[in-house]
């Protein structure tokens, strides 16, 4: 379990208030998604989803690393409650995050280069995926694969991406089980609120692109271009101070990074241990559509096939 400094405490009671604030605003979106009737106002409302599930990720974040609340258990349970709304398994996701902060800018986690000896036009399918948002769709139909593929589990069938098969190389089977009932719970809850609510389901799936590609499309921005060093390999980045705030200073990713077990509200006192001025998070995002480049070198990650606990 992670240690949390003694200057930094983790803001509990805060974050409750966070949480209960977020389940409202998509409570008030799903109400609005089965209202909405004009073209505008639905893309208005996909747009302020957007943001809002970004809060949301932030948060879920927070209890990725035993940061939202004291107690372990009610720090797991709510980020499961409210990755459902993602839809995704917290407990997968968890996996996929820490291992990130072991794989970051290695050869198992490097998207903006490719390898000799790699697929090049899957690089560039992955990296432009990323960019529009097809990775969020990913992570969403993992609800199905980890629930009903039987294959799941079988290494031979992520050979073909690097970064798949690294990441399930460290998935801790002891996790399959309440992966699984997060997966079932993720499908019927959406499937209830579409049904219980009688949204239509292409106005539901719009809301959600909203955020699909907003939360893709940020996922590798603070990380383009960086250092190959698994804690420098990042970047503050900056792009209006309330937003930042209401994504509880994601941004503030190379400080995150450098001191993984710093609560939000810390990381804007937090000074990082090496990085420039933080940029601008519209122009990072811009300057990735310059694609895939060859890798100038390998750098291997020391915590390969390592379970993540």
Request: some cysteine; overall charge positive; aromatic content about 14%.
């Amino acid at each position: 379990m992670p240690s949390h400094p003694a200057s930094a405490p983790i803001p509990g009671q805060l974050n409750l208030a966070i949480v209960c604030g977020q389940l409202a605003a998509i409570a008030m979106c799903l109400w609005a998604v089965s209202r909405v009737e004009s073209g505008w106002g639905l893309a208005a409302l996909a747009l302020g989803f957007g943001i809002l599930m970004n809060s949301v990720y932030a948060t879920i974040h927070e209890a990725e690393h035993a940061m939202l609340f004291e107690n372990r258990r009610w720090n797991d349970l709510t980020g499961s409650f409210l990755a459902l709304f993602f839809p995704a398994p917290f407990h997968l996701i968890r996996q996929g995050h820490l291992g990130h902060h072991l794989r970051n800018r290695s050869d198992d986690e490097a998207f903006d280069f490719y390898f000799e000896g790699d697929h090049k036009v899957w690089r560039f399918l992955v990296w432009y995926g990323i960019l529009t948002g097809f990775y969020w769709v990913v992570v969403v139909l993992a609800n199905v694969v980890f629930l009903m593929m039987p294959f799941r589990d079988d290494k031979r069938y992520w050979e073909v991406d690097q970064a798949s098969k690294a990441f399930m190389e460290s998935l801790n089977p002891s996790y399959r089980r309440v992966i699984r009932l997060e997966c079932a719970a993720a499908i019927a809850l959406h499937v209830g609120l579409v049904w219980g609510l009688r949204i239509p389901v292409g106005h539901y799936l719009v809301m959600y692109a909203g955020f699909g590609f907003m939360w893709s499309a940020m996922q590798y921005v603070h990380h383009y271009g960086t250092e190959r060093h698994v804690t420098r390999g990042a970047r503050n980045l900056w792009i209006w101070g309330p937003l930042d705030r209401l994504w509880l200073n994601h941004n503030w990713h190379l400080t995150h990074h450098q001191h993984p077990s710093v609560p939000w509200i810390h990381l804007p006192h937090t000074e990082p241990e090496s990085g420039a001025r933080p940029g601008f998070l519209p122009l990072a995002y811009l300057k990735m559509w310059r694609g895939p480049r060859p890798a100038p070198n390998r750098v291997r990650n020391p915590h390969s096939g390592h379970l993540i606990p």
